[in-house]
């Protein structure tokens, strides 16, 4: 198959955030980039999650973004739409060309 199977399953909770505006933000591209910076690759170059990796992934407090984009993450992330999903963290994140590149867009 095209999976690696692992001993780890990893699931993710928030008191603050809403978690369809959370998997908005992960489905960006910008998690994999913390991932990227903090892991080690497993056989041929695979990223390798583990929970201390995960735990540094960065993301704004919820309440520090407005409300317009508070509800465009939300229905970013139930629509599962990858491209408005990229577009919205380069705002929030304040990526410039170079950086949106590098998550994917």
Same mark, same amino acid.
């Given at each position: 198959?095209?999976?690696?199977?692992?001993?780890?399953?990893?699931?993710?909770?928030?008191?603050?955030?809403?978690?369809?505006?959370?998997?908005?933000?992960?489905?960006?591209?910008?998690?994999?980039?913390?991932?990227?910076?903090?892991?080690?690759?497993? /056989? &041929?170059?695979?990223? =390798?999650?583990?929970?201390?990796?995960? +735990?540094?992934?960065?993301?704004? #407090?919820? %309440?520090?973004?407005? /409300? &317009?984009?508070?509800? =465009?993450?939300?229905?970013?992330?139930? +629509?599962?739409?990858?491209?408005? #999903?990229? %577009?919205?963290?380069?705002?929030?994140?304040?990526?410039?060309?170079?950086?949106?590149?590098?998550?994917?867009?």
């Amino acid at each position: 198959g095209v999976y690696h199977p692992n001993n780890s399953i990893y699931y993710i909770c928030s008191d603050s955030w809403n978690l369809m505006a959370l998997k908005a933000i992960l489905i960006s591209g910008i998690g994999k980039l913390f991932i990227e910076k903090y892991s080690t690759k497993v /056989a &041929n170059g695979h990223l =390798r999650f583990q929970a201390q990796h995960l +735990r540094r992934i960065r993301i704004p #407090a919820w %309440e520090s973004l407005d /409300a &317009n984009t508070q509800i =465009r993450l939300i229905d970013t992330g139930a +629509r599962d739409d990858i491209t408005s #999903a990229r %577009e919205l963290t380069a705002q929030i994140y304040n990526l410039n060309k170079k950086e949106i590149e590098i998550i994917g867009g």
